[in-house]
């Protein structure tokens, strides 16, 4: 899907994609966040870690009626209290999105798909 | 006063008063918060998460440091808050970790667990942002990590740890834009700097005075300036604004009017976007302040009337404060770019060539060559234009030597000219520029590069003549050889033809064309054509100049 923004001299339709970059590239700069993560693990593999590129494989735009549900999928890092950093990731997101495209969406649901150790000390 | 080792109760304490002083602080940190998010919160939720550590801390009192420690971290995990929550509860996670098994410690371990907090909570982020907390942390740690192994007393290593701490918060807006268009330090880091500070008074066992509670207001006019800003420096003409009047002013609530309508902010705002934009409403108890940008400025505050008195009343036309900005913007000059290490200023006629020489590095081309020399000024002009440190200057026309080398004695630029007398010349001297070089190395390499190249070129005769005895009519075409006629021609390929027979040897290798605004390309083609099948060793490079007087321009190297 995308999102219409109807200006004086005519349309501006911005994609999902575009959405799900900003919304990921927002996402990974969150403390506590190791990656995005695909929404479809047991097709794209156990809880790979995306690629810029392919954001929009762990970020879905909805739109029910009027209004814009985000659901996104999420690696977070492990001794993290997870529902502060997913919380961050919300208010960051929502701002975020507010600030670059004045998008005002309804819900960010976030989905942790896993929790990354491999890096402790 | 020297403490050489540290044990849970001490460190006990140390958390307790940076707790204490983080709580007295933080309406001020709040006020600080802009990134990630400015919602003003960042002082609530350290203090909510310090809490939380706070109370474990007080159960596991006792003198055992790792124990304290664990406490403490367990605490800030659970009772996390906000982003500069999470990342405090990761920095004293790795400071605990950095004390595990150890009863008391040293300079040395404490240096190390914060330098452990500080790589455990690097780690948690895929894309630490600088400029927050973390660099905060890192550069304290930093200075810890250097100091502790000459440095025995524990009270002056933290004395050294919260001056760096707040070198680098100082340092935060440099790394952080945001914080910078605001201008306010992080604040996480101001955070975490109190809570430092905190731990240093109970070291020294001195008091800290309790912050004044009263926060600096939110200031509206620096806002407000931030609005007009945008608007002025936004590609927009005074036409294209929509709303004209820029309308402040204040409503101070009278009670008999608000029980008749009570006042509600949101409600308020909502209603007022309605009539504008670049709307701010900030109310307290008694008075609400309102900045829009609209065309109808007394409707406007006929809403605010509901409520109360206007007082402070403030209307500025935009639409005349825009062309005033305008102008003045017009006349202000950028700040001066930074100076490169070299300019090169030349001179040539046509946009092929000028594009050519721009193309192998030249920094000003001026316009001008035979019968159009640039003045002096003209090229000192050029040389300030180049904003360099060393300009080089080719006039590529011994016309313009003179003018150049003037040029270079009136500028207060260190510059260099180097005579090129013709084009090709000029050309072959620029390619032998190179940036990394010193500049006396190039102006050899250039001088010698010039001199390499044969220089022949292709013009009209204006008027009958007789020149080295060599009859010319007007309307024909001369081949010059380095200066001297030594082809004269009804047509200009064969012109050019009988002097490149005069320029090229069988030393050559490298014939270079570019030919005039007057050639048509199949011209340019046909003497191609010729000029391989008679010199078939020879490579040749061919370049639309679009120079005027010149036909052709022939670089033989």
């Known amino acids: 899907m995308s999102i219409e923004f109807n200006m004086k001299d005519g349309v501006i339709t911005i994609t999902n994609d575009v959405i799900a970059t900003i919304v990921g590239g927002t996402a990974v700069e969150c403390y506590g966040i190791v990656g995005m993560a695909s929404k479809n693990q047991i097709r794209d593999g156990i809880a790979e870690i995306l690629r810029k590129d392919n954001y929009s494989r762990g970020v879905i735009v909805r739109k029910e009626g009027e209004e814009i549900h985000i659901d996104m999928y999420i690696i977070v890092s492990y001794g993290t209290k997870i529902s502060e950093v997913a919380h961050n990731v919300q208010s960051q997101v929502k701002y975020k999105l507010h600030q670059i495209l004045g998008l005002a969406v309804h819900s960010i649901n976030i989905y942790i798909q896993g929790v990354s150790v491999a890096n402790q000390l | 006063m020297t403490l050489e080792k540290l044990d849970g109760n001490i460190l006990a304490e140390m958390i307790f008063v940076g707790a204490h002083h983080l709580k007295s602080n933080c309406k001020k940190i709040d006020a600080l918060n802009v990134f990630p998010v400015p919602d003003g919160d960042t002082g609530t939720n350290m203090n909510l998460s310090m809490t939380s550590g706070v109370a474990e801390v007080k159960k596991a009192k006792g003198s055992n440091i790792a124990e304290v420690a664990q406490a403490f971290s367990k605490g800030l995990l659970m009772g996390a808050r906000g982003n500069s929550g999470v990342i405090l509860s990761q920095i004293f996670r790795g400071f605990a970790k950095g004390m595990e098994n150890k009863e008391s410690i040293h300079t040395k371990d404490l240096a190390e667990a914060l330098d452990t907090g500080v790589k455990t909570?690097?780690?948690?982020?895929?894309?630490?942002?600088?400029?927050?907390?973390?660099?905060?942390?890192?550069?304290?740690?930093?200075?810890?990590?250097?100091?502790?192994?000459?440095?025995?007393?524990?009270?002056?290593?933290?004395?050294?740890?919260?001056?760096?701490?707040?070198?680098?918060?100082?340092?935060?807006?440099e790394l952080l834009p945001i914080l910078k268009e605001v201008g306010v330090v992080d604040s996480g880091g101001q955070g975490l700097v109190t809570i430092y500070e905190g731990f240093l008074a109970s070291l020294k066992g001195e008091e800290l005075p309790d912050a004044v509670e009263t926060v600096a207001e939110i200031d509206i006019s620096a806002l407000v300036e931030k609005e007009h800003h945008h608007i002025a420096q936004d590609f927009m003409s005074s036409e294209d604004i929509e709303f004209g009047y820029c309308t402040e002013f204040m409503v101070k609530f009278e009670d008999e009017k608000l029980q008749e309508n009570p006042?509600?902010?949101?409600?308020?705002?909502?209603?007022?976007?309605?009539?504008?934009?670049?709307?701010?409403?900030?109310?307290?108890?008694?008075?609400?302040?309102?900045?829009?940008?609209?065309?109808?400025?007394?409707?406007?505050?006929?809403?605010?009337?509901?409520?109360?008195?206007?007082?402070?009343?403030?209307?500025?036309?935009?639409?005349?404060?825009?062309?005033?900005?305008?102008?003045?913007?017009?006349?202000?000059?950028?700040?001066?770019?930074?100076?490169?290490?070299?300019?090169?200023?030349?001179?040539?006629?046509?946009?092929?060539?000028?594009?050519?020489?721009?193309?192998?590095?030249?920094?000003?081309?001026?316009?001008?060559?035979?019968?159009?020399?640039?003045?002096?000024?003209?090229?000192?002009?050029?040389?300030?234009?180049?904003?360099?440190?060393?300009?080089?200057?080719?006039?590529?026309?011994?016309?313009?030597?003179?003018?150049?080398?003037q040029a270079a004695e009136i500028a207060e630029e260190n510059v260099t000219v180097i005579p090129t007398k013709t084009i090709p010349q000029g050309i072959s001297a620029l390619l032998a520029f190179l940036a990394d070089e010193k500049l006396e190395t190039n102006k050899a390499n250039m001088l010698e590069a010039s001199k390499q190249v044969k220089s022949g070129q292709v013009t009209y005769a204006i008027r009958?003549?007789?020149?080295?005895?060599?009859?010319?009519?007007?309307?024909?075409?001369?081949?010059?050889?380095?200066?001297?006629?030594?082809?004269?021609?009804?047509?200009?390929?064969?012109?050019?033809?009988?002097?490149?027979?005069?320029?090229?040897?069988?030393?050559?290798?490298?014939?270079?064309?570019?030919?005039?605004?007057?050639?048509?390309?199949?011209?340019?083609?046909?003497?191609?054509?010729?000029?391989e099948e008679k010199y078939k060793e020879l490579e040749i490079e061919v370049y639309e100049g679009n120079q005027p007087i010149y036909s052709y321009l022939f670089a033989v190297e």
């Open chain 2, 263 to 405: 006042f509600s902010e949101t409600a308020f705002r909502n209603e007022l976007s309605n009539h504008g934009d670049s709307l701010l409403v900030v109310a307290d108890d008694e008075i609400v302040k309102i900045h829009i940008h609209t065309e109808y400025p007394g409707e406007v505050m006929t809403i605010g009337q509901r409520y109360g008195r206007l007082i402070n009343i403030d209307i500025e036309n935009m639409r005349e404060q825009h062309d005033a900005i305008v102008s003045a913007e017009a006349k202000t000059e950028a700040p001066p770019a930074e100076k490169s290490t070299y300019g090169i200023v030349t001179v040539a006629m046509g946009s092929g060539l000028k594009a050519l020489f721009e193309n192998i590095g030249a920094t000003v081309v001026i316009e001008g060559g035979q019968t159009m020399n640039p003045s002096t000024q003209d090229i000192a002009d050029a040389v300030k234009q180049t904003n360099a440190e060393n300009i080089i200057i080719l006039p590529n026309n011994s016309n313009i030597v003179m003018a150049a080398e």
């Open chain 2, 464 to 531: 009958d003549t007789k020149i080295d005895e060599i009859q010319i009519e007007k309307g024909n075409f001369m081949g010059i050889a380095e200066g001297k006629i030594t082809a004269t021609h009804k047509n200009k390929e064969d012109a050019a033809a009988q002097l490149l027979g005069n320029l090229i040897t069988e030393d050559d290798e490298i014939l270079t064309i570019i030919y005039g605004e007057d050639v048509a390309v199949n011209e340019v083609e046909q003497l191609v054509d010729k000029l």
């Open chain 2, 121 to 173: 909570a690097y780690k948690a982020v895929m894309k630490p942002v600088e400029g927050t907390i973390l660099t905060v942390a890192k550069d304290a740690a930093a200075e810890a990590v250097k100091l502790a192994a000459k440095e025995s007393d524990i009270i002056s290593l933290m004395e050294k740890v919260v001056e760096s701490a707040k070198a680098s918060l100082e340092h935060t807006p």
